[in-house]
């Protein structure tokens, strides 16, 4: 179970990772596209579009299919659930250890200000 969380992250963040498969998936949000669509709008070869494509595919985020001389690109099914909950478990761990921190100081400067006040 592990290692299919594993390697199901791996490929969301790596979709993920890359600013051009991020404008598709926004695009996409907006609309369904041709890769020739894609391709223009970002100022890519069909080549290069295909080959981002084929990557947000692998990851489930896009659905693409062929009528004729056309491929269509869609969102895909997938919707990172399980990404966003393991997120917020690493925010909340962050936020947590945060807070502490954010104590500590405070009451470092508690002592260093009744130090400065005990010597005068």
């Known amino acids: 179970m592990v290692q ?3 390697a199901r992250f791996d490929a969301s963040f790596s979709a993920l990772s890359d600013a051009t498969r ?3 998936l926004e695009q996409l949000g907006q609309s369904d596209a041709s ?7 970002f100022h ?3 080549t290069g579009m295909k080959k ?3 990557v947000l595919e692998q990851a489930g985020f896009v659905v693409t299919q062929k009528v004729g001389r056309v491929r269509t ?3 895909g099914p997938y919707r990172l659930e399980d990404e966003m909950t393991w997120i917020e478990n690493y925010r909340r ?3 947590a250890r945060f807070d502490e921190l954010d104590q500590i100081v405070e009451e470092l400067k508690r002592k260093e200000k009744a130090d400065g006040r005990s010597s005068e």
Do not use: P
């Not at 890769?35 to 709008?41: K, V």
């Open 44 to 46: 890519m070869t069909l």
């Open 93 to 95: 761990l962050w936020a």
């Open 4 to 6: 299919f969380y594993q």
């Open 22 to 24: 991020r404008g598709v």
């Open 35 to 41: 890769i020739t669509e894609l391709a223009d709008r």
């Open 52 to 54: 981002h494509v084929g």
């Open 73 to 75: 690109c869609r969102l």
